[in-house]
């Protein structure tokens, strides 16, 4: 009981701190932190970006349904 609760606590740390810690990307490599642009200042790794997401249309329109009264 109490080991699992504190199991259960640590998990939830661990979990936060994985949040709250700033991610840069790193270069696969040489391990060196990525700089702006999409090319490694060290070896020239070329980084992919996924970008799927096209920014519009993810979200659902909000429809107000209280505008016709
Ligand atoms: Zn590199």
Avoid: N, Q, T
């Avoid at 700033?22 to 270069?27: D, L, T, Y």
């Avoid at 696969?28 to 992919?48: A, D, K, N, T, V």
């Amino acid at each position: 009981m109490l080991v699992s609760a504190a199991f259960a606590a640590l998990l939830i740390l661990v979990v936060i701190a994985y949040y709250l810690v700033p991610r840069k990307a790193r270069c696969p490599e040489c391990g060196s932190h990525r700089e702006e642009g999409p090319l490694c200042p060290s070896c020239g790794w070329i980084f992919e970006d996924d970008e799927d997401d096209d920014g519009d249309g993810d979200e659902p329109e909000v429809i107000d349904a209280w505008e016709d009264r």
